[in-house]
């Protein structure tokens, strides 16, 4: 089975902490992974790609663990903006992607 | 900067109805992909398309379900004698490169079957 895994949430954070999200994949026959942000009614945008020794985007860091088939995503000092659902994604051999449920984000004033 | 779109942005049809549900993709792109978000659940995968022809598909992807590139730039979604549970969001979605990997989404057509 391929399945992707997140905690739905919802994470109500205050602006300016730090969160993390996590997602675990079950099928170990999986090539890349992604983060996607995806505001309300609106389409998926893709956020990182998540490459095997970790990588950074600003305040956005991505981690992956192919032993234990998981991925993270860390925000720092968290804005507003940031605000939305965001999906874990999996492609697995071939050219089919996977999506997890979402994790709801809500930064506070 | 360059973009998907998709047209019609909500769609309402009667059950057991035909619906065709279009894509620009990016001129560029190679590869083509619609996926379906029922409300409230996760995004899904239904088919990838390259070289005119499927390349992948899922399982809710079956014979009522067909896809086209019928010229150079539009990419369609049919789905013959529709059901109340077709419902969903319909995203198309476009890629340049297989090893890239990142896909541009549309934003989406709203399906209703009543």
């Known amino acids: 089975r391929k399945e992707v895994e997140q905690d739905p949430g919802p994470f109500n954070v205050p602006e300016g902490a730090t969160v993390a999200f996590n997602c675990t994949y079950s099928n170990s026959a999986s090539q890349s992974f992604f983060w996607y942000r995806q505001d309300c009614r609106k389409e998926p945008k893709l956020l990182m790609s998540v490459y095997s020794s970790g990588n950074e985007d600003g305040r956005f860091t991505a981690q992956l663990n192919r032993a234990s088939q998981y991925i993270s995503l860390l925000i720092r000092d968290s804005k507003l903006s940031d605000s939305a659902t965001y999906l874990c994604v999996v492609k697995y051999t071939g050219n089919q992607f996977y999506f997890g449920t979402g994790t709801s984000l809500t930064v506070i004033p | ?114």
């Open chain 2, 1 to 114: 900067e360059p973009e998907v779109t998709q047209t019609p942005s909500h769609q309402v049809t009667q059950m057991g109805q035909e619906v065709i549900l279009r894509c620009v993709p990016i001129s560029n792109h190679l590869y083509f992909y619609w996926y379906r978000q029922i409300l409230g659940q996760k995004v899904e995968f239904l088919v990838s398309f390259y070289n005119n022809e499927i390349s992948e598909k899922s399982e809710i992807f079956d014979d009522q379900f067909s896809v086209e590139r019928p010229d150079g730039s539009n990419f369609t979604l049919k789905i013959r004698s529709t059901k109340l549970e077709d419902s969903a969001m319909y995203f198309c979605a476009s890629s340049s490169d297989i090893s890239y990997n990142e896909q541009f989404f549309g934003p989406g057509t709203r399906l209703t079957v009543l």
